[in-house]
């Protein structure tokens, strides 16, 4: 069971746009740590895709972005296109446990 | 541009330990934290453990009395070694660079980028 949670899968359309949503607690997000977010594509290793809650690294297209709010974080994705179809993980700190992630959100393209 | 290599082993025997090697190219080794994490197979991230240049670590408190992460400063390489496996430690284990901003001495935040290959270690018999 991961500290953080989110939905196991989101799915939409081309041109669509979706949101991934990341829960906290006190001990982490809500304890005013930032949140990243992770991008994995089928067997690669992730891949940093936005940090401190809401800066896109270099070469990370602007249609995804981050938010906080809270105890929770979300990620958004406009313009949804078939190579944004992945695996996505939110990462923050925790008190306790120092780096914690959520399970994952399977993004399905239709 | 930076880039992490590793290797090790990819089959164990139960009780065996697991050692993996990662090498840092292309950027500074110090300033950084230096973390392995795992992903068994169809499931998520697990965070493992971390060590900096001068060779401060940090653990997963779930597998803290299992882990050992050392560095080798001047190969600019950092090890893991996990001590009596079992079969639930069978995974995909990735090492990545950890970047920390801090203020006034405390984490405020903590990413990782970039990642390594993975190496997939299988535990059995």
């Known amino acids: 069971q991961s500290v953080l949670t989110q939905p196991p899968s989101v799915s939409g359309a081309p041109g669509q746009r979706v949101t991934i949503s990341c829960t906290g607690s006190?001990?982490?997000?809500?304890?005013?740590?930032?949140v990243h977010w992770y991008q994995q594509l089928p067997g690669t290793a992730p891949k940093l895709l936005i940090y401190?809650?809401?800066n896109r690294p270099s070469g990370v297209p602007d249609r995804f972005s981050g938010s906080k709010s809270g105890t929770s974080a979300s990620l958004a994705i406009t313009g949804l296109q078939a190579e944004d179809e992945a695996d996505y993980y939110c990462?923050?700190?925790?008190?306790?446990?120092?780096?914690?992630f959520g399970g994952g959100t399977k993004l399905t393209v239709l | 541009q930076v880039q992490l290599q590793q290797w090790g082993a990819g089959l164990l025997k139960p009780s065996e330990t697991l050692s993996l090697t990662c090498a840092v190219y292309?950027?500074?080794?110090?300033?950084?934290?230096w973390s392995w994490i795992r992903q068994p197979p169809g499931k998520g991230l697990e965070w493992i453990g971390e060590?900096?240049?001068?060779?401060?670590?940090n653990y997963n408190p779930s597998l803290k009395s299992r882990v050992t992460i050392s560095v080798d400063t001047s190969k600019n390489q950092f090890s893991l070694k996990l001590s009596s496996v079992t079969a639930a430690d069978t995974a995909v284990y990735y090492c990545?660079?950890?970047?920390?901003?801090?203020?006034?001495?405390?984490?405020?935040?903590?990413?990782?980028?970039?990642w390594g290959q993975g190496t997939l270690v299988t535990v059995s018999s």
């Open positions: 401190g809650n809401s």
């Open positions: 990545a660079r950890g970047v920390i901003t801090m203020v006034r001495g405390v984490i405020l935040s903590s990413w990782f980028d970039p």
């Open positions: 006190s001990s982490n997000i809500g304890a005013g740590y930032d």
């Open positions: 292309g950027g500074s080794f110090s300033g950084y934290y």
């Open positions: 990462q923050s700190y925790d008190s306790s446990l120092r780096k914690v």
């Open positions: 060590i900096n240049h001068s060779g401060s670590t």
